[in-house]
């Protein structure tokens, strides 16, 4: 019996409705694993967070094996919460700071591990400026900032993806996305923001490239390679692959120009 109970394609994003110990190996390796996990803080149980219905997600962290499940499966990992999960020590941190008075019930900021050697980032956006179908959702808007400080991703993992935000920040940025959730109700919100966030793309964002033709279609992880990441689709420059590259390069261009020929006949 397969692991995914359901899987939904919208645009260039992947959901899947499935453990995500269980799947997160069988995808290969991504350019970028930004994430939201539960805190293990039992926030059913806090009498001010009861906005929406309890579940027992959050009442414990996940494990230090998924932790590294996810290491080995990206590039770059930039992980919500991540004071919280015992990580290597980084230079980075990502800080979201909620824009709430000292007073504040809650935390009036939160903080993300990210793997990359570069000074601490902050974005500031108040925690009541957006609507939530999940207690612990981000802003899209910080998923975005995100995504932009993890320059030059093709690829994003969410293996914690709740209602969605971060397959719809992909979608706005034109990002190609898998997002995997357990619980049934949130799978179907991701699904229905990831639908709307297409039928609305962000005006200030270039459209994602077509995909490529003729000489330039080379497979990269069993997808066409645009121009720009073909160097990805070497397989890292090893000789072998290298090889096979141009020569699937030549048979492209060896089949463009007998076309031309015949129709010049």
């Not at 962000?202 to 490239?209: Q, S």
């Not at 080379?218 to 720009?228: E, L, Q």
């Amino acid at each position: 019996m397969s692991p995914i109970k359901r899987e939904v394609v919208i645009g260039d994003c992947r959901l899947l409705l499935a453990d995500m110990s269980e799947i997160v190996p069988t995808l290969g390796v991504f350019d970028v694993c930004l994430t939201d996990p539960p805190y293990g803080l039992k926030i059913s149980s806090n009498p001010v967070r009861q906005a929406h219905d309890r579940q027992n997600w959050d009442d414990a962290p996940p494990s230090a094996a998924i932790f590294k499940m996810l290491l080995q499966h990206s590039r770059e990992q930039i992980i919500w919460g991540g004071n919280y999960f015992g990580l290597p020590a980084s230079q980075c941190f990502l800080v979201w700071d909620k824009k709430q008075p000292e007073n504040f019930s809650l935390a009036m900021c939160e903080m993300a591990w990210a793997s990359r050697s570069q000074p601490a980032k902050m974005w500031r956006q108040s925690v009541t400026s957006y609507a939530k179908e999940h207690p612990t959702q981000k802003p899209v808007e910080l998923m975005e900032w995100c995504i932009g400080i993890a320059k030059g991703c093709g690829t994003v993992l969410d293996p914690f993806m709740g209602s969605g935000t971060t397959g719809v920040a992909c979608a706005k940025r034109g990002m190609s996305f898998t997002g995997i959730e357990l619980h049934e109700p949130y799978f179907d919100a991701a699904c229905e923001r990831i639908r709307k966030a297409y039928a609305q793309p962000d005006m200030f964002v270039a459209a994602p490239e077509p995909k490529a033709v003729g000489y330039t279609a080379i497979t990269r992880n069993g997808k066409p390679a645009a121009d720009g990441p073909r160097y990805k689709a070497l397989g890292n420059s090893m000789a072998c692959n290298v090889m096979r590259w141009i020569g699937q390069r030549i048979e492209h261009v060896n089949a463009i120009a007998a076309s031309i020929k015949s129709e010049a006949a």
